[in-house]
């Protein structure tokens, strides 16, 4: 004979994950902090830094690199003003 009892309930227990009510979840302990945000119309120190790498074209993208300003393209690594560079292809007046 025998007849061990086999079946084990689990008892319902909460579950530590976030609930997401609406389908939005909020990541607990991340308080957005406001950061200052002015217009500043001077080249920042980053902005210096890109355009002694990549000339007085370059701007700091806001992030993490450096990128062309508008009306400039970016030509062996430097940043060149568009229209003033002999672009391949261009046509000689």
Not at 77 to 87: F, H, L, Q, T, Y
């Amino acid at each position: 004979g025998g007849g061990g009892q086999g079946a084990s309930k689990q008892a319902p227990s909460e579950d530590n994950e976030e609930t997401c009510p609406n389908g939005v979840c909020r990541a607990s302990g991340t308080s957005g902090a406001p950061q200052p945000k002015a217009p500043a119309p001077q080249p920042s120190r980053y902005d210096l830094m890109c355009q002694k790498q990549h000339g007085p074209g370059a701007e700091f993208d806001g992030v993490d690199s450096c990128r062309c300003k508008e009306g400039f393209e970016e030509v062996d690594g430097k940043c060149k003003e568009i229209g003033n560079v002999g672009a391949v292809g261009g046509r000689r007046a």
